[in-house]
């Protein structure tokens, strides 16, 4: 079946630990997406991509970085350098960057201990 | 200021009983999409319906309907025959289009909604 896949769905970390978080999608969709969501909040835009080999910090992206070197690929690197990394992440995609809702995966729940 | 504001910390219904879930919104750009969507306790976000600023008639989904007023910057959820399984958080969000004209697809969330379902 079509959809977004985001591993591991649970992940503990030490603090300076940097952790990258999985997401692979085969909707053959153009543009992916990573939100970040905290207890009782809405979903703050970390990082986007449009095409392969091209990305655009979103409104939360210190702290964090993304590669696209594959269409189907979004991986997120959470850097010992985000000061509050315990969150919900969800990995999302889009047919192409103007238009069609979002498809999201099931997230993966990060703990910093 | 807050693009998308939705007043409603938290809503109870009666099974079978219709529920509007409020969203407000602001942008100064004349070509925008507003969506809603579910996230049950799993944490999956679950389209529900889309808007389109120049969209001339309300959007419509089944048992979902988004009760659009332009001039207002409303676009309010509403839910009829509520069933237990629409309790969950309900998210209002919008597109925007970029200055250049291209929107890059992203989506602005509100804080979103609990609604809860009474048996």
């Known amino acids: 079946d079509g959809g977004i896949t985001q591993s591991p769905k649970y992940l503990f970390r030490k603090e300076g630990q940097n952790v990258t978080l999985s997401c692979e999608q085969n909707l053959n969709h153009d543009a992916m997406y990573w939100y970040r969501q905290d207890p009782g909040q809405g979903l703050r835009l970390i990082y986007y991509?449009?095409?392969?080999?091209?990305?655009q910090k979103g409104d939360i992206a210190e702290g964090y970085s993304v590669s696209r070197e594959k269409k189907e690929s979004f991986p997120l690197t959470v850097t010992s350098a985000q000061k509050n990394p315990t969150a919900f992440y969800l990995c999302?995609?889009?047919?192409?960057?103007?238009?069609?809702?979002?498809?999201f995966g099931e997230g993966s729940r990060l703990t910093v201990l | 200021a807050q693009k998308i504001t939705q007043t409603q910390p938290g809503m109870f219904v009666q099974e079978k009983e219709a529920v509007t879930l409020d969203c407000t919104y602001d942008?100064?750009?004349?070509?925008?999409?507003l969506f809603w969507y579910k996230q049950p306790s799993s944490g999956e976000m679950i389209f529900l319906i889309y808007?389109?600023?120049?969209?001339?008639q309300n959007a419509t989904e089944g048992r979902y309907s988004l009760n659009f007023q332009k001039a207002r910057k409303s676009a309010n959820l509403v839910i009829s025959a509520s069933q237990l399984g629409d309790s969950a958080m309900y998210f209002c969000?919008?597109?925007?289009?970029?200055?250049?004209?291209?929107?890059?697809?992203?989506?602005?969330f509100g804080q979103g909604t609990i609604l809860t379902v009474h048996p």
């Open positions: 969000a919008m597109r925007e289009t970029e200055a250049g004209g291209t929107s890059y697809g992203k989506l602005t």
């Open positions: 942008t100064s750009d004349p070509s925008y999409g």
């Open positions: 999302a995609s889009s047919m192409n960057s103007w238009g069609g809702e979002l498809f």
């Open positions: 991509s449009q095409i392969v080999n091209d990305f």
């Open positions: 808007q389109g600023s120049y969209d001339q």
